[in-house]
């Protein structure tokens, strides 16, 4: 099989240029139609055109000869569906070879990456059965039943595969399964949530429940309703909101929902929808609390954000592991990193 022709195609969807606009990124050095002889594997590129392409694709040149394979399963009526072609192949290619990476990393380390479902066969009819299966989730992870810390990173540990791409598409998140059922992918848009960082621990958590729970029997509406429930009940279970709360209440305070807030990672809208769910309050209560949020447009921009860390170190932590066991070298650091030798050295202060 010529990996380098699909890869090369790969690389140009990845980088969001058609043939003519590759073309032109290499001053057209090579004509389009050579460029398409290249990916179909009519012809194979001599080491200069391969340097060449590397640069203008962004890419080591040791990308194309690599011959891992992955499949990311899209869903005809997802999300992604709804991008234009161009941006839904740009954000799929940079998956799968971030994802590569990864995987590749983890192979090495000899990293057991198998994904257990702890909810797979728990079936899902109301929103107690949501908070079950958070609690079940919990147990199983053994996370107590107190604030979570970073969420991506609790993911990865748990073999989910988290990437962050930024996109112009209007999305927080989606996720898919790779080579089948065999890999959990949640991806999250970087645009959108690196300055929310209580929405990106939401929106991964959405995405998990959508990946884990028997929902997709119900109809759409209701199945993201379920998956917002799950996500909530997973950042603030069911007995420390009404701890913090201290039992039902009559009126909530903007100071406290605000404390709780920052202790749990969890927005004040989801808090007081939740408190709702929960029968902590009343329907007409709710109704008058969210008017006047809205009204003082905290709907957007809510008056105290999230201070705590959204993010993972895992692959940097599993990459310099086996730089210092020696199960890899300084150019194939570089390379799982995509990045260049000398880039490697100076960015990481290595000698």
Not at 151 to 162: G, N
Not at 202 to 217: D, M
Not at 300 to 317: D, I, L, M
Request: hydrophobic fraction near 40%; proline fraction near 3%.
């Amino acid at each position: 099989m010529n990996y380098l022709a699909s890869r090369l195609k790969s690389a140009r969807l990845m980088n969001g240029l058609s043939l003519q606009g590759l073309a032109d990124k290499i001053d057209n050095r090579i004509t389009k139609q050579s460029l398409s002889k290249y990916e179909l594997g009519k012809v194979i590129p001599d080491s200069e055109m391969i340097g060449i392409l590397s640069e203008a694709l962004v890419v080591r040149p040791d990308y194309f000869f690599s011959d891992q394979v992955l499949e990311i399963d899209i869903p005809e009526n997802g999300k992604l569906s709804l991008f234009t072609a161009k941006e839904r192949n740009r954000i799929v290619e940079i998956a799968k070879d971030e994802l590569g990476r990864y995987l590749e990393l983890e192979q090495i380390l000899g990293i057991e990456t198998r994904f257990d479902n702890p909810l797979s066969g728990v079936l899902i009819q109301s929103f107690e059965d949501i908070d079950k299966a958070a609690e079940k989730l919990r147990e199983f992870w053994d996370l107590g039943t107190g604030p979570l810390s970073n969420v991506i990173e609790l993911l990865e540990d748990h073999h989910v595969k988290v990437l962050e791409i930024e996109s112009t598409e209007e999305f927080d998140g989606f996720c898919t399964w790779v080579n089948g059922k065999n890999i959990p992918l949640i991806v999250l848009n970087k645009a959108k949530l690196n300055d929310a960082p209580d929405r990106k621990r939401f929106t991964a958590l959405h995405e998990l429940a959508h990946l884990i729970l028997e929902v997709n029997h119900h109809p759409e509406k209701e199945k993201e309703k379920f998956c917002h429930a799950f996500a909530t009940a997973m950042l603030i279970p069911e007995e420390r909101l009404r701890i913090e709360l201290g039992g039902k209440r009559s009126r909530l305070s903007f100071h406290e929902l605000a404390a709780i807030k920052q202790q749990y990672g969890i927005s004040m809208q989801a808090l007081v929808y939740r408190a709702k769910d929960l029968g902590l309050i009343s329907d007409n209560y709710f109704r008058q609390f969210y008017a006047m949020f809205n009204q003082l447009g905290y709907r957007k921009n809510e008056p105290v954000a999230y201070e705590g860390a959204e993010h993972s170190n895992r692959f940097s932590q599993l990459l310099f592991r086996a730089l210092a066991e020696d199960f890899i070298s300084m150019s194939k650091a570089a390379s799982l990193k995509n990045q260049k030798l000398a880039e490697f050295r100076k960015e990481n202060m290595v000698v």
